[in-house]
C-alpha cells in the first residue's frame, strides 16, 4: 500500500493489523513522479492534493483499489478507474460534524465582525462598536445541497434559534422543522445566510455568479465550505466591495496551493468581515481518526472479501464469506453472454458453483463466485482469456 498525504494512522493500525505492507509519503505526489510511485502497487491512499490521472492508472501495473481518505472523489479519474476495473472508496459521512460545527462558529463570526475586531486589536485598535452587529437567533439560514453535511448543520442551526431553510436537486426528507424550498432563486431570495454543501460536478461549476448574489437581499452573508468551483470570486468580491454583501466565509478556492509551504492570494484577501480558510472544514482529530477508520475499512472489506459497497465508481457487491470454497473475482464488459461464458468454464471443470453475486453499471459487471473444489487457478485463468475480460484474480 501507498499511503500519501500524512492519512491518519487510524488506518495505518488497520492495514498493519491485517499484515498489509505500507509505504507513507507526507506528501502529494503529481505526474509522472506519481505514475513511477504506482508501479508494483496494489492499493494507493489520498486526500485531496493527488491527482490520479487515466495515465497514471495506465502505469499502475497491479493497482487493485484506491482509497479517497476524503469526502470529494473529483481528485480521481472515476471513468478511467472503472474502465481498468479499480474501484475508488471515500469517506461520505467522517467529517460531517466536524464542517457543520465549523460553519456555526462563522455565522456568530460574521454576524458580530468578529474577524474585524480580533484582527484589529492584534494590531492595538481599540473599536467597540455594536453597528451591523446581529444575533443569528430568529435569521433565516439558507442551505444549498441537503446531503449529511447540511442536514446536520440545519439541525444544528435550528438548535440556536435560526429558522433553516434548504434546496436541493433531489427530494430530502426535512430534518426537524427544516423546510425545503422550490428553487435556487427562491431560496437565496429569502435567507439572511447563505451556506454551500454541494458536490464539484458541471451543474455546481460556478452556480453561484453575479446573477445569484444579486437574487441575494442586501445585508446578507455567503458561506462556501464545499467545493472552490462553485463561487464565481470575483463577483463574490465585487459583492462585498459594493456592500451588496455584508460578509463570507470561504475555505475553499478554485486554485489551490498543494503544499503549506506555498505562498497564497486570492481577491477575498483584505475585505472587511471575510473570513479565510485554508481548507480546514473536515481538519479536526476526530474527523482525521474517524475518516482513516473509514477508508481503511472500505479497502480492507474490498481485499479480503471482494466487497465492493460503498465505492463510488463501481458495481455495488457485498458477499459473506462462505467456509470450504474457492472465491473468484471478476470484472468484465457489460455485455450479453457473460455469466453464461463463465459457468459453462466452471461447469466444463466439473466444479460447483456454491455461491455467486453479480452487480452491473453501464460499463462493467462485477461476479463473486465461490467454488467448491480445487479448480480455481483453471477457472481464473480460462475466464481471463474471454475477450469480455477486464481483470480476474483468486481472492482465496
Known sequence: MLLLENIHESAH???????FQIETRSAALKGDELASALVGVHVLGIRSKTHVTASALEKADKLLSVGCFCIGVNQVDLAAANRRGIPVFNAPF????????????????????LGDRTREVHAGVWKKVASGCFEIRGKTLGIVGYGHIGQQLGVLAESLGLRVIYYDIAGKLPMGNNRAMPSLDAMLEEADFVSLHVPETADTKEMIGAAEIARMRAGTYLLNASRGSVVVIPALA?????????????????EEPESNSQDFR????TLPNVILTPHIGGSTEEAQEAIGREVSH?????LTLGATA???NFPSVDAPPRKSTHRILNVHRNVPGVLRDVTKIVSDLDANIEA?????DANIGYLIMDLSGDVSAEVTRRIAALETNIRTRVLY
Request: aromatic residues 8%; without cysteine; hydrophobic residues 50%.
Open 13 to 19: 493500525r488497520l492495514f498493519l493489523t491485517e499484515g
Open 94 to 113: 467522517s467529517n460531517t460534524r466536524s464542517v457543520a460545527e465549523m460553519i456555526i462558529g462563522e455565522l456568530v463570526f460574521l454576524a458580530r465582525r
Open 238 to 254: 465585487a459583492a462585498l466591495r459594493s456592500g451588496h454583501l455584508a460578509g463570507a466565509a470561504i475555505d475553499v478556492y478554485p
Open 266 to 269: 486570492t481577491e477575498l484577501q
Open 298 to 302: 472500505s479497502l480492507t472489506q474490498f
Open 310 to 312: 460503498g465505492a463510488v
Open 356 to 360: 455467486q453475486f453479480l452487480s452491473t
